[in-house]
């Protein structure tokens, strides 16, 4: 396929994404859906454009691509994951995104290997122990583009997000590694196919310098990362662009170079830089939101492109797929998260919705295409069968996450984010942030005289956004339930300041806390 036939191509499948979403908007289809069903529709079984996916270095072609990807989407994670989230749920969220990984893959590989050889289906050790450590983590972007509409209670909003966004590379660890040990045992010239105590130990130590390894160099990059960006606050914002855009592959860079997990570099230099004061953090926040946006649809896309959907016919396929599905969800995730946060005191609906937010994603796809990499026997077959449990984690689980949010309390009905967006950036600190106060006419009724607010010294109204039409503000400016005020102030005053002017409205319901600047919204979820 030449150049301009393959742009084109891409283009087609861009507006293909483009025009699905629209119909399938209505029903809250996630994007991620429409993007892997769009990649299914140009691929082998359907429209079969440029018959990706029919030779063997298609799949080490699409790991390199998606692995580049996921580097972006992680370190968007962690740019994402607040410190003030962290602090809530580090315990339970940790255990999820570390032990529970552990549990979830060694469960779903032991009870898949029993289950598939009672039905009849031909599977040895070494095949499931793979899929289970492939199909161990949440997807944090699955996770997030279907519960966007809703605004989850703090406690469980926290523990969704912060383990979604931090397990993918402990599976991406294990995978690694069962890879390596898959590659070791079909090659007599290793030992005879046998792995010695030696090699095991070696291994967890491979294990321990990828976790902690990755995570040192991700935090120490991040930090210099934000020491260094003041020296490009003078220069126009498309350079700090590019600036960001360096230092997440520096981040992966450096650790892949040192041998650690550069997944989880980029994820701890995201983390760093996202709690940090740093210059243009709001634009540099939405161009990070585009390339996660950007790179899920690349990975789903691709990936769509190497299914053959024909083969889900098959028994061992659609057999082992529903099983691999009902194992995750029914066996393995539950023993997972009560492993891990029986102690944290949940009730029984958190401790089930914690269960069923567990969906699958981009990363388990991902990772399936690393044994067809390396060439291990029967590859395609633990490709399709993750690629189909997953389908069926995010169609099931995905449409059905919601309706649990509120048949269980959980969930309320999410405020639009605001339009407009400014911040300030200077040579120095400071000390004055300028917040957005949404005063929604869906939670809020009444108005108010500019002059009755009593604001903390200093702070000052700038002006107000009412129906995308800007005001200058004077003390006799009413302000009505809709509008959007963009505030200056202190950084110590914001809650006072938010709390001041928000007291003079009505409140149209008590489901909803009295939280408008979205930072504040992360720091009480």
Same mark, same amino acid.
């Given at each position: 396929m030449?150049l301009?036939?393959?742009?084109?191509?891409?283009?087609?499948?861009?507006?293909?994404?483009?025009?699905?979403?629209?119909?399938a908007?209505?029903?809250?289809?996630?994007?991620?859906?429409?993007?892997?069903?769009?990649?299914?529709?140009?691929?082998?079984?359907?429209l079969n454009?440029?018959n990706?996916g029919?030779?063997?270095?298609?799949?080490?072609?699409?790991q =390199? @691509?998606?692995?580049?990807?996921?580097?972006?989407?992680?370190f968007?994670? *962690?740019?994402? =994951?607040?410190? +003030?989230?962290?602090?809530?749920?580090?315990?339970?969220?940790?255990?999820l995104?570390?032990?529970?990984v552990?549990? &979830?893959?060694? @469960?779903?590989?032991f009870?898949?290997?029993?289950?598939?050889?009672?039905?009849?289906i031909?599977?040895?050790?070494?095949?499931?122990?793979?899929i289970?450590?492939?199909?161990?983590s949440?997807?944090?972007?699955?996770?997030?583009?279907?519960?966007?509409?809703?605004?989850?209670?703090?406690?469980?909003?926290?523990?969704?997000?912060? /383990?979604?966004?931090?397990?993918?590379?402990m599976?991406?660890?294990? &995978? =690694?590694i069962?890879?390596?040990f898959?590659?070791?045992? +079909?090659?007599?010239?290793v030992?005879?196919?046998?792995?010695?105590? #030696?090699?095991?130990?070696?291994?967890?130590?491979?294990?321990l310098?990828?976790?902690?390894?990755?995570? *040192?160099i991700?935090?120490l990059?991040?930090?210099?990362?934000?020491w260094?960006?003041?020296?490009?606050?003078?220069?126009? %914002?498309?350079?700090?662009?590019?600036?960001i !855009?360096?230092?997440?592959m520096?981040?992966?860079?450096?650790?892949?170079?040192?041998?650690?997990?550069?997944?989880?570099?980029?994820?701890?230099?995201?983390f760093?830089? *996202?709690?940090?004061?740093i210059?243009? %953090?709001s634009?540099?926040?939405?161009?990070?939101d585009?390339?996660?946006?950007?790179?899920?649809?690349? !990975?789903?896309?691709?990936?769509? $492109?190497? @299914?053959?959907?024909s083969?889900?016919?098959?028994?061992?396929?659609?057999?082992?797929?529903v099983?691999?599905?009902?194992?995750?969800?029914?066996?393995?995730?539950?023993?997972?998260?009560?492993?891990?946060?029986?102690?944290?005191?949940y009730?029984?609906? /958190?401790m089930?919705?914690?269960?069923?937010?567990?969906?699958?994603?981009?990363?388990?796809?991902v990772?399936?295409?690393y044994p067809?990499?390396?060439?291990?026997?029967?590859s395609?077959?633990?490709?399709?069968?993750?690629?189909?449990a997953?389908?069926?984690?995010?169609? !099931?689980?995905g449409?059905?996450?919601?309706?649990?949010?509120?048949?269980?309390?959980?969930?309320?009905k999410?405020?639009?984010?605001?339009?407009?967006?400014?911040?300030?950036?200077?040579l120095?600190?400071?000390g004055?942030?300028?917040?957005?106060? #949404? @005063?929604? #006419?869906? !939670?809020?009724? *009444?108005?108010? $005289?500019?002059?009755s607010?009593?604001?903390?010294?200093?702070?000052?109204?700038?002006?107000?956004?009412?129906?995308?039409?800007?005001?200058?503000p004077?003390?006799?400016?009413?302000?009505?339930?809709?509008?959007?005020?963009?505030?200056l102030?202190?950084?110590?005053?914001?809650d006072?300041?938010?709390?001041?002017?928000?007291?003079?409205?009505?409140?149209?319901?008590?489901?909803?806390?009295?939280?408008?600047?979205?930072?504040?919204?992360?720091?009480?979820?």
């Open positions: 030449n301009g036939l393959m742009i084109l191509v891409a283009a087609l499948i861009l507006l293909a994404i483009i025009i699905f979403a629209s119909f908007n209505r029903w809250r289809v996630p994007l991620v859906v429409v993007s892997l069903f769009v990649g299914m529709l140009f691929g082998n079984d359907v454009v440029g990706f029919q030779n063997p270095g298609d799949y080490g072609l699409a =390199t @691509v998606a692995n580049s990807a996921l580097v972006f989407v992680l968007v994670g *962690g740019f994402g =994951t607040k410190m +003030s989230r962290l602090k809530m749920v580090f315990g339970p969220a940790m255990m995104a570390s032990l529970g552990i549990i &979830t893959a060694a @469960v779903t590989a009870s898949l290997y029993w289950l598939l050889r009672a039905v009849h031909d599977i040895d050790g070494k095949t499931s122990a793979l289970g450590c492939i199909i161990a949440t997807d944090a972007a699955a996770v997030f583009s279907i519960l966007r509409s809703r605004s989850l209670d703090p406690k469980m909003s926290a523990a969704v997000e912060v /383990e979604s966004a931090t397990n993918d590379p599976a991406i660890i294990l &995978t =690694t069962a890879v390596g898959a590659v070791a045992s +079909s090659d007599p010239s030992g005879g196919g046998v792995i010695s105590w #030696d090699k095991a130990l070696g291994t967890v130590g491979i294990l310098w990828k976790g902690f390894g990755g995570l *040192g991700g935090l990059v991040g930090l210099v990362a934000c260094l960006s003041r020296f490009v606050t003078n220069l126009d %914002k498309g350079y700090f662009y590019i600036y !855009i360096a230092i997440i520096l981040s992966f860079g450096v650790a892949e170079v040192a041998q650690a997990s550069g997944i989880l570099s980029a994820f701890a230099a995201g760093v830089m *996202g709690n940090k004061n210059p243009y %953090k634009t540099s926040t939405t161009l990070l585009a390339m996660s946006t950007i790179g899920n649809v690349v !990975i789903f896309v691709l990936l769509g $492109l190497l @299914v053959f959907p083969e889900f016919g098959r028994f061992d396929v659609f057999g082992g797929g099983l691999l599905f009902i194992i995750l969800t029914l066996v393995a995730r539950p023993i997972a998260v009560f492993a891990c946060t029986f102690w944290a005191r009730s029984f609906k /958190e089930l919705f914690l269960n069923w937010g567990g969906l699958r994603g981009a990363v388990p796809i990772l399936a295409t067809a990499a390396s060439n291990i026997e029967k395609d077959y633990i490709f399709n069968i993750v690629f189909f997953v389908l069926l984690s995010m169609l !099931i689980q449409f059905t996450i919601t309706k649990l949010a509120d048949k269980l309390k959980l969930a309320v999410a405020r639009s984010r605001p339009k407009q967006v400014m911040e300030l950036v200077a120095h600190n400071s004055m942030e300028l917040v957005e106060i #949404d @005063v929604d #006419d869906e !939670i809020y009724n *009444g108005e108010a $005289l500019v002059s607010f009593h604001l903390p010294k200093g702070t000052t109204i700038t002006m107000i956004n009412r129906e995308d039409n800007i005001q200058a004077t003390g006799q400016t009413v302000i009505k339930a809709g509008d959007l005020l963009y505030v102030v202190k950084t110590e005053e914001k006072n300041a938010m709390e001041e002017i928000l007291r003079h409205f009505r409140s149209n319901t008590r489901s909803m806390p009295v939280i408008t600047d979205y930072e504040e919204v992360d720091k009480r979820r």
